[in-house]
């Protein structure tokens, strides 16, 4: 294993980016692993801590690897360990978007779409289900979530923002009043 | 060449600077997680620069590849925009001000959560969220079977197994997309 903190970093999520099949989440507990059991990066308390944020910031929850190249070595870890995580899988990513708009005249591709088209949907319905499961489940977190679900049902390009921030304070309040 | 396939479904010709603006907002302000769910706003409802199966084609690709299917899916919409450098300009703005957010963040983290208010108002936000991704689960639904109603089956199907039935995401997208390619292969959209 190299004695330099930014190779260390490389080392780590370089790989574990092209392991990352299916999503980020995929990964977490080799993260986990690697940051606190193989390397001592950080407690496993402050990696909690860190998952937390990665989760509760916006943006996308890969960012849990940007947090712990943070605590390792500063803004240039954050950097350092942010690009090994991305470019790789990224470039992949780059060739197969390349290889898939070249022969987006052939009507097999148009087939090909809409062939593809219902897994996404599928898996973008599942992926709202489960969250809702894993959150804490209350009443009024099932109510929020049907409510904004009407909202944008109905107000299809309705600002989200004003709505994420209105139920958000919905949800404080009613911690005020139960 | 490239550039010209590219250049091929949509005639419209998008400037960089929309494309890191588009970006750089989804990346600091979807809160609560859901961020394919608010690209799928941005790019397909709100100004239209691809079409919904075209983007949910290479949602479903971006879930099968390595890597975070939100930052495959922005690969895609760049490419087919700007080409390569719309690429960058997508991933580079949808990622980089919320790294620099997050760390901020970070570093305040622990005056911030003794407040039970910050928590529930994430909490607030997740929820709803989870209503927007919902919403935009059921938009593409209900286009897919507009045309023709196997994807109805495809859509249930994938639902219960990831959602329900919690079965690992890679190998059903696998199959389903496999099955999905071949019913679309032997029907016609517009029959």
Redesign the interface.
Same mark, same amino acid.
Request: aromatic share 8%; hydrophobic share 55%; charged share 10%.
């Given at each position: 294993m190299p004695d330099n903190l930014y190779l260390q970093l490389v080392a780590v999520f370089a790989p574990l980016s092209l392991l990352s099949i299916g999503g980020g989440q995929s990964i977490v507990a080799d993260i986990n692993q690697q940051a606190v059991a193989i390397h001592g990066w950080v407690s496993q308390q402050e990696f909690v801590d860190l998952f937390a944020i990665s989760r509760a910031a916006p943006g996308p929850g890969a960012l849990l690897t940007t947090l712990i190249g943070w605590k390792v070595a500063g803004w240039l870890g954050a950097l350092v360990a942010s690009v090994a995580l991305f470019v790789p899988s990224s470039l992949l990513a780059y060739v197969a978007a390349v290889a898939w708009s070249r022969h987006n005249r052939h009507p097999w591709h148009a087939v090909a779409e809409r062939g593809l088209a219902p897994i996404a949907t599928g898996l973008i319905l599942a992926s709202s289900f489960s969250v809702l499961r894993a959150a804490s489940s209350t009443w009024i977190i099932w109510g929020l979530a049907l409510v904004a679900l009407g909202v944008f049902i109905a107000r299809p390009k309705m600002n989200p923002l004003i709505v994420l921030f209105g139920a958000g304070l919905v949800n404080v309040a009613a911690g005020r009043i139960f | 060449m490239?550039t010209q396939? #590219?250049a091929?479904?949509n005639a419209q010709w998008v400037p960089l600077v929309q494309i890191i603006m588009l970006f750089a907002r989804v990346?600091?302000?979807?809160?609560? %997680? %859901? @961020?394919?769910?608010?690209i799928y706003?941005e790019v397909v409802? &709100?100004r239209g620069w691809l079409k +919904? &199966?075209?983007f949910?084609? /290479?949602?479903?690709?971006?879930?099968?590849?390595?890597?975070?299917?939100?930052?495959?899916v922005s690969?895609?919409v760049g490419?087919?925009m700007r080409g390569?450098v719309g690429?960058v300009a997508a991933?580079a703005a949808?990622?980089v001000?919320?790294?620099v957010?997050?760390?901020l963040?970070?570093s305040v983290?622990h005056r911030f959560?003794q407040y +039970? @208010?910050v928590h !529930?108002?994430? &909490?607030?936000? #997740?929820? #709803?969220?989870?209503?927007?991704? /919902?919403?935009?689960?059921? !938009?593409?639904?209900k286009a /897919?079977i507009a045309k023709q109603r196997w $994807?109805l089956l495809?859509?249930? *199907?994938?639902?219960v #197994? @990831?959602?329900?039935l !919690?079965w $690992?995401?890679?190998p059903v997208?696998i199959v *389903? %997309?496999a099955m999905?390619?071949?019913?679309?292969?032997r029907t016609r /959209?517009d029959a």
């Amino acid at each position: 294993m190299p004695d330099n903190l930014y190779l260390q970093l490389v080392a780590v999520f370089a790989p574990l980016s092209l392991l990352s099949i299916g999503g980020g989440q995929s990964i977490v507990a080799d993260i986990n692993q690697q940051a606190v059991a193989i390397h001592g990066w950080v407690s496993q308390q402050e990696f909690v801590d860190l998952f937390a944020i990665s989760r509760a910031a916006p943006g996308p929850g890969a960012l849990l690897t940007t947090l712990i190249g943070w605590k390792v070595a500063g803004w240039l870890g954050a950097l350092v360990a942010s690009v090994a995580l991305f470019v790789p899988s990224s470039l992949l990513a780059y060739v197969a978007a390349v290889a898939w708009s070249r022969h987006n005249r052939h009507p097999w591709h148009a087939v090909a779409e809409r062939g593809l088209a219902p897994i996404a949907t599928g898996l973008i319905l599942a992926s709202s289900f489960s969250v809702l499961r894993a959150a804490s489940s209350t009443w009024i977190i099932w109510g929020l979530a049907l409510v904004a679900l009407g909202v944008f049902i109905a107000r299809p390009k309705m600002n989200p923002l004003i709505v994420l921030f209105g139920a958000g304070l919905v949800n404080v309040a009613a911690g005020r009043i139960f | 060449m490239h550039t010209q396939s #590219a250049a091929k479904k949509n005639a419209q010709w998008v400037p960089l600077v929309q494309i890191i603006m588009l970006f750089a907002r989804v990346g600091l302000t979807s809160f609560g %997680g %859901g @961020v394919s769910a608010w690209i799928y706003r941005e790019v397909v409802t &709100e100004r239209g620069w691809l079409k +919904d &199966e075209e983007f949910l084609g /290479a949602l479903t690709l971006g879930q099968v590849l390595p890597g975070s299917n939100v930052i495959n899916v922005s690969i895609y919409v760049g490419y087919r925009m700007r080409g390569m450098v719309g690429s960058v300009a997508a991933v580079a703005a949808l990622l980089v001000p919320p790294m620099v957010v997050i760390v901020l963040f970070a570093s305040v983290f622990h005056r911030f959560t003794q407040y +039970d @208010v910050v928590h !529930r108002l994430l &909490e607030g936000m #997740a929820a #709803a969220a989870i209503g927007m991704t /919902a919403s935009v689960g059921l !938009r593409t639904a209900k286009a /897919a079977i507009a045309k023709q109603r196997w $994807p109805l089956l495809m859509i249930s *199907a994938v639902f219960v #197994a @990831v959602g329900v039935l !919690r079965w $690992p995401l890679v190998p059903v997208a696998i199959v *389903a %997309g496999a099955m999905g390619l071949l019913i679309s292969a032997r029907t016609r /959209a517009d029959a």
